[in-house]
């Protein structure tokens, strides 16, 4: 790659030698035991085991708090689980949930500035600097990923053009008329970008972005191989979910083995997803983060589903935080469509709205190209099939309506005939994801 690269620390904080940070999180987590005892949830829980602040004496009586799941985010919907007085929330967002509506979180005026920090720190790992123009092709809204990455760029001094998501020929024109630096977005839009630009004549090689920032929705070490060689960048992963900040929870730094864990701000443990025990480093299992830090929104044991390996040795640039790998696969069956999160149970709510369909479905997910595509094939009930076109159009507009305002995207829709899916003698099966043959998610080194 043409860009030079070199090792930087945005936040002295990074590199807290692991005795420091343990005590640090001890202290934080014992505020933030505090901070939620008022929340009706955790009061509760607190109530039936004995949990107080002084229960806590080290980092691993995290063990003795009580998990936080997305059902019980729902079941609290919208704000149960606020922990500062409403007149203070400064920001909120949101994520798809499978009722429809999303879940919210919120930040205070001091979460929102911890946010852009913990932003900037992995930005600058991976070689954002001061004097950058950043394209951002996250959108902006309840989604965390455009203000998140938008306010870190600026919290690193640099600058920003805020194009956000949709319309790819503008993109590639914004791209070759600003000449940015630095490529915000999630990476399959990244590939989608360099193929669009290629069928325009353009190479993307000439155009002047030399990093990426790509998070959001999984991939894989050969899809950054693509784009490093597609755009001749340096490519770098982030991760992070709206229930724990939004992006920022984690990143790469430039010896990509692993993304730091912002440790200071999140107690991460790796369990296994059926006995809830911690695994050991190095072997797969579900994320589960603490915040430390929050005001506004501090869950305690988020159950992220995500699985992933965890490793605490140390890192060759000088931070001391632990690294998580890629994330490998889900403990639940959500899908990420284009970086957009869905539950198959929203498709199937989905559907149970429209007359004349049956309760069978299947939902196929591929990546022919570089973006995700899905098709919902759905069964139309006996009564309702006919062989007169204008009804079977109209059935399919009302469910590709019914889809979209409850997930928010556009899926292909296929009519089949009745009985034509194939019925499972136990779990349905739902959902036939074929990015996983086709991309071949593989397991970097942890
Ligand atoms: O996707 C936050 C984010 C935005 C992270 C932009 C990075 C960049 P949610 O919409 O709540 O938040 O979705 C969170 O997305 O639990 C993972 O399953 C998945 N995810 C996020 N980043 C990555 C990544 C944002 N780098 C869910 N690799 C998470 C794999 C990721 N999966």
Not at 39 to 56: C, L, M, N, R
Not at 320 to 338: A, E, K, N, W
Not at 341 to 361: I, K, T, W
Not at 390 to 406: A, F, N, P, V, Y
Request: hydrophobic share 35%; charged share 25%; aromatic share 8%.
């Amino acid at each position: 790659m043409s860009a030079k690269i070199e090792n930087r620390i945005w936040d002295k904080d990074e590199t807290l030698c692991r005795a420091d940070l343990e005590r640090l999180q001890v202290q934080r987590l014992r505020e933030t035991v505090q901070r939620v005892a008022q929340v009706p949830f955790y009061k509760q829980k607190f109530a039936e085991t004995g949990i107080t602040p002084d229960s806590i004496k080290s980092a691993a009586d995290v063990r003795k708090l009580p998990f936080t799941t997305k059902a019980d985010l729902r079941e609290h919907y919208p704000w149960g689980f606020l922990a500062c007085d409403p007149k203070q929330v400064k920001r909120i967002h949101g994520s798809s949930g499978t009722t429809g509506k999303p879940t919210f979180v919120a930040y205070t005026k001091n979460d929102r500035d911890m946010w852009a920090n913990l932003c900037a720190r992995f930005l600058v790992s991976g070689g954002l600097r001061e004097d950058h123009l950043c394209h951002m092709a996250f959108s902006y809204g309840l989604f965390t990923g455009g203000f998140g990455l938008h306010y870190g760029i600026e919290k690193v001094g640099a600058a920003i053009c805020p194009a956000a998501g949709g319309n790819t020929p503008r993109h590639i024109l914004l791209i070759q008329d600003l000449k940015p630096d630095v490529l915000i977005g999630t990476p399959s839009y990244a590939l989608h970008i360099a193929e669009v630009a290629r069928q325009q004549g353009v190479d993307p090689r000439s155009m002047s972005l030399r990093f990426g920032h790509f998070g959001g929705e999984p991939w894989t070490e050969e899809m950054r191989t693509k784009i490093e060689a597609d755009f001749d960048m340096h490519a770098f992963n982030n991760y992070g979910l709206s229930e724990v900040i939004g992006p920022g929870v984690s990143g790469d730094c430039i010896f990509r083995t692993g993304m730091h864990i912002q440790e200071d701000h999140f107690l991460v443990e790796c369990i296994n997803p059926n006995t809830l025990e911690p695994v050991l480093d190095g072997q797969r299992g579900e994320l589960v983060f603490t915040a430390l830090t929050k005001e506004a929104f501090p869950l305690l044991r988020y159950r992220t589903r995500d699985i992933a390996v965890l490793d605490h040795g140390k890192c060759e640039c000088g931070r001391t935080t632990c690294r998580m790998s890629r994330v490998i696969g889900r403990s639940d069956d959500m899908l990420i469509i284009r970086g957009v999160n869905v539950f198959p149970s929203q498709v199937e709510e989905a559907l149970l709205r429209v007359d004349g369909v049956a309760p069978h479905y299947l939902i196929e997910v591929s990546r022919p190209g570089t973006m995700d595509e899905i098709v919902v094939k759905v069964e139309i009930s006996p009564q309702a099939f006919s062989d007169k076109m204008r009804q079977m159009q109209e059935l399919k507009r009302r469910i590709d309506h019914e889809i979209h305002s409850i997930t928010g995207i556009r899926m292909g829709i296929e009519l089949v005939e009745p009985q034509t899916i194939e019925r499972s003698m136990g779990k349905a099966v739902r959902v036939v994801d074929h990015r996983k043959t086709q991309a071949g998610l593989s397991m970097p080194k942890p």
